[in-house]
Every structure is written in C-alpha cells, then in structure tokens.
C-alpha cells in the first residue's frame, strides 16, 4: 500500500507500519505529525480520531473528537488535537479544546494541542521522513544482507554510499535495508540534520 497517497482536500489515508493498517488523516498538518509518530521509537501504539467526548463547556454541554491518542514505552499517554495556529482564535475550535481539557482532566488524562509551530519545527528531519516512509512499503526480506550491512557498522560510522561499497551491496539495496533499521531503531543516523541520501551516514 502506497504510504504517502493522498484524497481530495487534505484527506490522507497512509499505510502506517507500526500498526499494520490504512490510518485516516484530515489534513496535512495531521499527516505530517503521524508521520513523526509512527518514526518516533517511544510510541508503542496510537489511533487517530480514537474517542468522542462529552463535557460542559461554559453552562452548555459539548462533545468532541480528539485527532490522536499515543501511548508511549513508559506506559504514558497522550490524547492529542491539532491545529494550525491561526484556528486557535475561532469560537468553535475553543469550544471543542475546551471540552477536549476538560474531559481529561476529569478523567486523569493528558491532554496536548499541537500546531504547525511544533510539528513543522524540524523541517530537514521531517522532509526526510516524508521521504523515507515510502520505503517502507518494500518487504525487507534480505537476511543476508541484512548481516552484512550490520557487521559492517559495527565500530564504524559510514554514510551509505560507503556502506554500499564496503559491504559491496548494491546501493538501492542498502539504501532499502537503512531506512528499514533507522525506523526500526536498530542504528543511529544524522538523518534529523541533513538531506537523506548517499551522504547519510549511519552507525551502530
């Protein structure tokens, strides 16, 4: 399935490894944050759109969505809306965090509102992501090479294009295998500050 198809106005509907199902996005802002949750290695799991809620909001009842639940190695969650900036400032969207806040914290839970401030913060790392996640969708069934490529990293910190040499694996393979294990948290990469490619390097 493609990881990066999307529908209509802002619609997104990726394939999400870590989960092992279609995900179901609503804007570009909300596409861009799964994709830093599904390569974060503290997420343990995540649903978008994962609870309605009711709460009084003012002298009024209110109900609302959330965007996202995330649930993290440490047992910890979050219940997550996301918003550009801007919407902040609306009647109605106050209404629905505000019911959002108050929900959780009748019921102990965190609650955390994201904009495009925080989710488009690191842009090299998140420009890299969008183009890893493609990746993905290519079985990774080369054990082998797979050997290969982490002898070679042991005690060395090489780019890809010389891991490709020294492992004499063709480069589109290796390429193939690193994006698989810096998802999979496997190896260390400096991919966060510069563009991925031939000059990335990876380490164990």
């Not at 999307?6 to 989960?19: I, T, V």
């Not at 009748?106 to 420009?127: A, D, F, P, R, Y």
């Not at 490529?149 to 589109?172: D, V, W």
Request: aromatic share 12%; proline share 3%.
């Amino acid at each position: 399935m493609d990881a990066t198809k999307k529908y209509g106005n802002e619609r997104w509907f990726p394939y999400s490894p870590k989960l092992g199902r279609t995900v179901y996005l609503f804007s570009n802002l909300e596409y861009e944050h799964w994709l830093q949750v599904e390569f974060n290695p503290n997420v343990v799991d995540f649903c978008e759109q994962p609870l309605k809620v009711k709460s009084k909001y003012k002298d009024t009842n209110g109900a609302s969505i959330f965007d996202m639940w995330v649930q993290y190695k440490d047992g910890s969650e979050e219940f997550i809306e996301i918003k550009y900036k801007s919407d902040l400032l609306k009647d109605r969207v106050k209404k629905q965090i505000d019911v959002q806040k108050n929900w959780c914290r009748e019921n102990n839970k965190i609650h955390k509102v994201m904009t495009e401030l925080e989710i488009q913060q690191g842009s090299v790392k998140l420009s890299n992501i969008k183009l890893m996640i493609k990746y993905l969708d290519h079985d990774l069934n080369q054990p082998e090479q797979l050997k290969i490529i982490k002898q070679q990293l042991l005690g060395n910190r090489l780019t890809i294009e010389n891991l490709s040499n020294a492992s004499k694996i063709p480069y589109q393979d290796t390429f193939l295998i690193v994006t698989h294990l810096i998802y999979m948290n496997e190896v260390n990469s400096n991919y966060t500050e510069k563009p991925f490619g031939k000059k990335t390097e990876v380490w164990i």
